[in-house]
């Protein structure tokens, strides 16, 4: 996603691409399971933890209902609007080092503070000073964005605009928020009736949904239809990359807390910063290193709660 920004991709496109390979690939396999598991008719027995077990074997609940389906769909828009956009346009901004870091800041905070408010887990002490550490790296690397910022403003003859890296810097904090309740959304869903693959399906297709008719306004047809070739590889790459990770993480969301999940996940943190350095000559200052350090350091420091999460039944 990084490399389409220095091609000039346009965002929205962009992202409408990689969201539709999972929506695809997904969609065809809820629709091959329904078929094939029509005519078996449910089991409306209870399972021993209050759920029922129609949820495993009836085609009619291969995607959820009512108040899950609702949320799904509600949390799927607003992360393709203020999650996915904006840390695409924030990648072309101040780069891959600061966009990452700084997004997994703000998830990891915001994931704690959803995980507990609102499903009831565990923080414990040493994982809000981890937090704290959080908070901190987002300030060092807002900092050091400017530098980021300037060097690809460079790249792209245009004129550095500080005021465009911090607002850069806070659109990656607030796509990480948004990731957050994202989790706690998924990990609400998929340790109730919901399985793993019915969660990315909904929340991409909210992604094709929201911003195809966008890239068909602001772009048109006909210039959809030319993009080149070597774009259309890397959208698909990122699709392919973003399935696999996406269906990696909701499975995850089974079986620990979200506070956890998401540190775990936040270890690309390391990874971002250096490819931004080493792939794309994004500029290693002593701001930039303390942040994406300080990052890690919490990431590392965040334990796992104590109690043992619900166990989740085969399917």
């Known amino acids: 996603m990084r490399q389409l920004t220095a091609v000039h991709c346009d965002t929205f496109w962009a992202v409408f691409n990689r969201e539709l390979v999972t929506t695809v690939v997904v969609g065809v396999w809820l629709l091959r399971r329904a078929v094939r598991l029509k005519g ?7 399972h021993p933890s209050g759920r029922s077990a129609a949820n495993r074997t009836c085609p009619l609940s291969t995607l959820p209902a009512g108040r899950e389906l609702g949320l799904l769909l509600l949390v799927g828009l607003l992360i393709q609007v203020a999650g996915n956009v904006c840390v695409q346009w924030s990648l072309g901004v101040v780069g891959l080092a600061v966009t990452i ?23 414990s002490g040493r994982s809000i000073m981890a937090i704290a550490m959080l908070l901190g790296s987002l300030a060092l690397l807002g900092v050091g964005a400017e530098a980021a910022g300037c ?26 928020t948004v990731y957050a309740l994202l989790s706690a959304v998924i990990r609400r869903s998929v340790t109730r009736n919901t399985t793993p693959a019915a969660a990315a399906f909904l ?23 030319e993009t080149p070739v070597d774009q ?20 995850g969301l089974q079986r620990i807390t979200v506070v956890h999940a998401n540190a775990v996940n936040a270890s690309q943190v390391a990874m971002a910063a250096v490819a931004g350095m080493a792939l794309f000559a994004e500029p290693s200052t002593v701001w930039l290193l303390l942040g994406v350090c300080l990052t ?3 990431i590392v420091w965040i334990d796992r709660p104590a109690e043992a999460v619900d166990e989740i039944p085969p399917p």
């Open 151 to 176: 060097s690809i403003a460079e790249a792209k003859a245009v004129t550095p605009n500080p005021l465009l890296m911090v607002l850069a810097v806070a659109a990656a904090g607030l796509a990480g």
């Open 40 to 46: 078996t008719g449910p089991i409306c027995a209870k």
């Open 203 to 225: 929340v991409t297709l909210m992604g094709v949904v929201s911003l195809g008719p966008i890239c068909v306004y602001r772009l048109g047809v006909p210039a959809l239809l």
């Open 296 to 298: 890690i350091f919490g």
């Open 232 to 251: 259309i590889i890397l959208m698909i790459a990122a699709g392919v990359f973003n399935l696999v990770a996406f269906l990696a993480i909701i499975h």
């Open 101 to 123: 870091p700084a997004m997994f800041g703000a998830m990891i905070t915001g994931g704690a503070v959803i995980g507990r408010v609102w499903l009831g887990e565990r923080v």
